[in-house]
T-cell receptor
């Protein structure tokens, strides 16, 4: 069964701290791993994505770390700001031309305290 | 702003009725997919359309159906509505080619079934 497990379910971080969200997957056919940010009442917005041929990708304050052998990947938000307070979803998709759709984790509700 | 627009934004239907949700993809995107997001959950893949044909489907019953038009816009139809169909329905567009192409989501249509 295709599944992506995400943790923690909720996270509180002080302003300026590092927020870390973890995901694990089982299907080795997954080859695209995006992270989405969702604010209440809005659709998910793509933050950053990675392919399994690299171990790390950084865009601004957001970094994905990828461990192919462990089938795990994580999102690091550096210098976390109150505006980063949102729900974050990891996702994965297989190599079948995209027709499999994205498989999402259950989300992490992140709160950045001022 | 992803360029993916959905209508209506909110609607209320009675159990047993039928509903049609509409989506306009981002300019140039030839692939559209639909997701269901229940409250507090991650989005779940319903199906994907490419070149006006369904080419991928998640674990949803046949009463969930769709259309893609020559201009790449799309409809999601749900027949015989059930209370559990109450959710945010997200449309997403992308460019077919490989599984790593970015998927952009619209703001969604909130469906309440009473």
């Amino acid at each position: 069964q295709q599944q992506v497990k995400q943790s923690p379910q909720s996270l509180i971080v002080q302003k300026g701290g590092i927020s870390i969200i973890n995901c694990a997957y089982e299907n080795t056919a997954f080859d695209y791993f995006p992270w989405y940010q969702q604010f209440p009442g809005k659709g998910p917005a793509l933050l950053i994505a990675i392919r399994p041929d690299v171990s790390e990708k950084k865009e601004g304050r957001f970094t994905i770390s990828f461990n192919k052998s462990a089938k795990q990947f994580s999102l690091h938000i550096m210098d976390s700001q109150p505006g980063d307070s949102a729900t974050y979803f990891c996702a994965a998709r297989g190599s079948g031309g995209g027709a499999d759709g994205l498989t999402f984790g259950k989300g992490t509700h992140l709160i950045i305290q001022p | 702003e992803t360029g993916v627009t959905q209508s209506p934004t909110h609607l209320i239907k009675t159990r047993g009725q039928q509903v049609t949700l509409r989506c306009s993809s981002q300019s140039g995107h030839n692939t559209v997919s639909w997701y269901q997001q229940a409250l507090g959950q991650g989005p779940q893949f319903i199906f994907q359309y490419y070149r006006e044909e369904e080419n991928g489907r998640g674990n949803f019953p046949p009463r969930f159906s769709g259309l893609q038009f020559p201009n790449y816009s799309s409809e999601l139809n749900v027949n015989a509505l059930e209370l559990d169909d109450s959710a945010l329905y997200l449309c997403a567009s992308s460019l077919a080619g490989n599984s790593g192409n970015t998927i952009y989501f619209g703001e969604g249509s909130w469906l309440t079934v009473v």
